[in-house]
């Protein structure tokens, strides 16, 4: 009889505090390297009653074998504009990651309002054109989705050829 074997990955073994004032990033991107990099399935835990504070963070695969992420916790983006200098388009972006499954129950807050206070939306002298991207699925198969993820999609240049809206059932 085969034995299938799944490694625990904690973020908080990794260093994370889930203070809500500590930048948890460092620790989350160590764990997801340990995760992404395992041979044998994961199960990518964030804890229940904890608030991860993250700047932005890329989950960049591909990886060696299937994850769940289990976020029973909150993940908080970082509400200081300036952590996001080196790219204002995302706050987390998982890309090429295949067999994923992000599960849990927890909540995964954006802190839009101080984009939004800074937007060309509600501040016309800002110019340019502003939109709800900060979170990015790319080539994401979902399966048996009843609820998708809603954003508010306000955007300052409705008619932007780049902005497309997909319905789902």
Not at 139 to 165: A, F, S
Request: some cysteine.
């Amino acid at each position: 009889m085969v034995e299938n074997k799944v490694k625990l990955i904690d973020v908080s073994s990794f260093g994370a505090k889930g203070d809500g004032n500590t930048d948890d990033t460092k620790a989350f991107e160590q764990a997801w390297q340990d995760a992404c990099s395992s041979n044998t399935p994961v199960n990518f835990v964030v804890q229940q009653n904890k608030n991860y504070l993250l700047k932005n963070i890329h989950f960049l695969g591909p990886c060696k074998s299937f994850i769940s992420m289990q976020i029973f916790g909150t993940l908080e983006a970082s509400d200081n504009m300036s952590d996001y200098n080196n790219d204002r388009r995302h706050w987390i972006l998982f890309e090429n990651v295949e067999n994923l499954v992000v599960a849990g129950g927890g909540t995964i807050n954006g802190n839009g309002n101080i984009w939004w206070q800074n937007s060309c939306k509600i501040n016309k002298n800002l110019g340019g054109s502003g939109s709800a991207s900060n979170i990015k699925f790319q080539h994401i198969d979902m399966e048996g989705v009843e609820n998708p993820i809603i954003i508010d999609q306000n955007y300052c240049d409705q008619n932007d050829p780049k902005i497309r809206i997909q319905q789902f059932k």
